[in-house]
């Protein structure tokens, strides 16, 4: 099931998916008394992460990994974690035995391998962003890992920017039940137009398309320029 809000700006739209995020954790841990959640980075989610942040929810109950992480150090300027510690994790007093971040400073399958051991049996809820080339998580246009269904995790290296990521792959995503995407800015119209449109798009040039397929539920949080080429 695919559901699509828009709104007025970056912000309010980031502000709603954390909403809904912090919606959907609630009651995976009510209903199961703790809940796991894959967070992106991005620049789009920092008034998300802000919002969780300033929440008042229980993050003692939830365990957070990553979508995809460059293969940096945790303190280096580009790292996802580095971006989810100081906007969240560390204003909201996340334990830190409940953060399993991609330790992408070790060689890339090293860490691959390592992350996929510290994986859950299953996440509640994954955030997604989708960038103006469509990809998401790290899967590239054109990369065959975009039609991988047996991989879990693996190390990817993207010569778009001549850096070796570590990702997960559709297999995860596409068994979540809760997935919520954002995306905001006109650079991302065009792609957002191909993914949500019709007729369907080719996942390997589109690769956000493959969302599609997930019997669950997926929530598109996009600002109005994102959103301009959407037909009604």
């Not at 008034?47 to 229980?58: K, W």
């Not at 119209?189 to 949500?196: C, F, H």
Request: net charge neutral; hydrophobic share 45%; aromatic share 8%.
């Amino acid at each position: 099931m695919t559901e699509q809000y828009i709104f007025e700006s970056p912000q309010t739209a980031a502000e709603a998916c954390g909403e809904h995020l912090l919606a959907i954790l609630e009651a995976a841990v009510h209903r199961g008394g703790a809940a796991h959640l894959a967070i992106s980075g991005g620049s789009s989610p920092k008034p998300m992460f802000e919002l969780l942040a300033r929440s008042g929810f229980d993050w003692s109950r939830v365990r957070i990994y990553w979508v995809d992480e460059r293969c940096v150090p945790p303190d280096h300027e580009q790292s996802n974690y580095r971006m989810a510690r100081q906007h969240f994790l560390e204003p909201a007093g996340v334990p830190t035995s409940n953060v399993h971040r991609i330790q992408a400073e070790l060689p890339p399958r090293d860490a691959a391998a390592r992350y996929l051991r510290d994986l859950p049996a299953a996440f509640d809820a994954i955030h997604l962003g989708a960038g103006p080339d469509a990809h998401t998580a790290s899967l590239f246009p054109g990369a065959p890992e975009i039609l991988d269904r047996e991989q879990k995790v693996a190390a990817v290296y993207v010569e778009k920017f001549s850096q070796w990521r570590i990702t997960l792959m559709p297999r995860v995503l596409l068994a979540c039940p809760e997935i919520a995407v954002l995306a905001s800015g006109a650079d991302k119209a065009e792609a957002i137009g191909r993914i949500l449109g019709q007729p369907p798009a080719d996942p390997l040039q589109y690769p956000a398309r493959i969302l599609r397929a997930t019997p669950g539920r997926v929530a598109w949080f996009l600002d109005h320029a994102a959103s301009s080429k959407l037909r009604p």
